[in-house]
T-cell receptor
Framework: DQQVKQNSPSLSVQEGRISILNCDYT??????FLWYKKYPAEGPTFLIS?????DKNEDGRFTVFLNKSAKHLSLHIVPSQPGDSAVYFC????????????FGQGTTLQVKP | NAGVMQNPRHLVRRRGQEARLRCSPM?????VYWYRQLPEEGLKFMVY????????ESGMPKERFSAEFPKEGPSILRIQQVVRGDSAAYFC?????????????FGPGTRLLVL
């Protein structure tokens, strides 16, 4: 039962353009969502989050949008830079309130110079 | 302030051997989570511990796997009698307190290869 899904395994974007990474979820009880970025041979690093009471959160070049009715969130990176090339995971804490995270499968972003 | 530390970074074991993975949380963090990433998949929760207590082990395989977080020292994930299917990257994360709003900080992972 995949509660958090990232249906695009990979995305390739030209430097300077917008990258849009998508994530769908099935559990309407999720109250918080996070995006993590992961480079090869490293652990995931926190990027940006959004509470379910908001529909948008912005931090510099990164903006996350939440559409609760569609159970969909997206991460926008503008402008994309080659250093953004990494695997991006969306995640949500499960409803048990232990803080454990449920991750999507990840999307590999390649930003071409 | 050092980040989350994991060792070893790479571990090679033959089938039937034991694997011990260590995780030292960030200073001041008393909550540790272990996740496993199989090839081409996302991270899957395994176990959540606080000092001297296992809080949630719902993601742990029923056999061969165990975890601890003693009063002193790192958290240990132990895999007995490893099989090839245990080959994966194992990540631990720490946070200062539990709850959905707290960001978890991840270590660099231990890549286990079972021959």
């Amino acid at each position: 039962d995949q509660q958090v899904k990232q249906n695009s395994p990979s995305l390739s974007v030209q430097e300077g353009r917008i990258s849009i990474l998508n994530c769908d979820y099935t559990n309407s009880m999720f109250d918080y969502f996070l995006w993590y970025k992961k480079y090869p041979a490293e652990g995931p690093t926190f990027l940006i989050s959004i509470s379910s009471i908001k529909d948008k959160n912005e931090d510099g070049r990164f903006t996350v949008f939440l559409n609760k009715s569609a159970k969909h969130l997206s991460l926008h990176i503008v402008p994309s830079q080659p250093g953004d090339s990494a695997v991006y995971f969306c995640a949500a804490p499960d409803s048990s309130n232990t803080g454990k995270l449920i991750f999507g499968q990840g999307t590999t972003l390649q930003v071409k110079p | 302030n050092a980040g989350v530390m994991q060792n070893p970074r790479h571990l090679v074991r033959r089938r039937g051997q034991e694997a011990r993975l260590r995780c030292s949380p960030m200073k001041g963090h008393s909550h540790v989570y272990w996740y496993r990433q199989l090839p081409e998949e996302g991270l899957k929760f395994m176990v959540y511990l606080q000092k001297e207590n296992i809080i949630d082990e719902s993601g742990m395989p029923k056999e061969r796997f165990s975890a601890e977080f003693p009063k002193e020292g790192p958290s240990i994930l132990r895999i007995q009698q490893v099989v090839r299917g245990d080959s994966a990257a194992y990540f631990c994360a720490s946070s200062p307190q539990k709850g959905s709003q707290e960001t978890q900080y991840f270590g660099p992972g231990t890549r286990l290869l079972v021959l």
